[in-house]
């Protein structure tokens, strides 16, 4: 008589392991909110990533250094970080070329936005590519209903993420990290593509 076979299957899939995704932000409000709905999104449709956001405040290379300084403690604490990564914007910061250096040379992935973040959040919504001031960015991102007084909208269409990545990269077909862009663009996509795992 043949043994009997368990019900247990053994050629299941191995398990990926989560990618950890440390996000280091220049704004306090939005970004950091943008960054926990889009992976509570993407979750939703099975992706997995850790990405925690750590909201700054200040200018670029300040956004750079804290995110050394979280990731090495990350390392100590033998939790580190698979990608680390810095969201910062043009504006009028007389930094960001020192960031941008800082960042390479620490191995963390610095993404610019031109001018600022809202160009990339409106691209949610519309793909138009037309350079704005920082008011009317403020102004036009606020008419859009995507954000009020930096608050992210609870409503906002994050499943339109991959339309603003497509609008991304025809804004800026050299797109890459520890690069600014033209006005407007935005390195964002990177993030995205990473969460997804690609």
């Known amino acids: 008589m043949a043994p009997r076979k368990s019900g247990r299957r053994t050629n299941r899939p191995k398990r990926q392991p989560v990618r950890r995704i440390l996000v ?22 099975g992706t997995t990533a850790v990405v925690k956001p ?8 300040t956004v750079v250094r804290k995110a050394i300084e979280v990731r090495d403690k990350a390392v100590k604490d033998e939790k ?13 910061h007389e930094t960001l070329s020192a960031a941008c250096q ?23 919504v519309e793909d138009k590519r037309s350079p ?15 954000i009020t007084k930096k608050i992210l909208s609870p409503s906002f269409p994050f ?14 077909p050299d797109l ?16 995205v593509d ?3 795992g690609r």
């Open 24 to 45: 280091v932000t220049e704004g306090t409000r939005t970004e950091p909110q943008y960054v926990e709905g889009l992976n509570r999104y993407l979750r939703s449709t």
């Open 54 to 61: 750590v909201p700054v405040g200040r200018d670029p290379r």
């Open 80 to 92: 580190g970080y698979d990608v680390c990564l810095c969201l910062v914007d043009v504006d009028e």
């Open 102 to 124: 800082l960042a390479a040379r620490e191995s963390i992935l610095l993404l610019v936005s031109n001018l600022k973040f809202e160009a990339w959040l409106r691209w949610h």
């Open 132 to 146: 704005l001031s920082s008011s009317q960015l403020d102004e036009l991102t606020t008419k859009l209903g995507l």
């Open 159 to 172: 499943h339109a993420v991959h339309e603003a990545c497509e609008t991304a990269r025809r804004a800026d």
């Open 176 to 191: 890459e990290a520890g690069r600014i862009g033209p006005d407007p663009s935005s390195a964002m996509p990177i993030l």
């Open 194 to 196: 990473l969460m997804l």
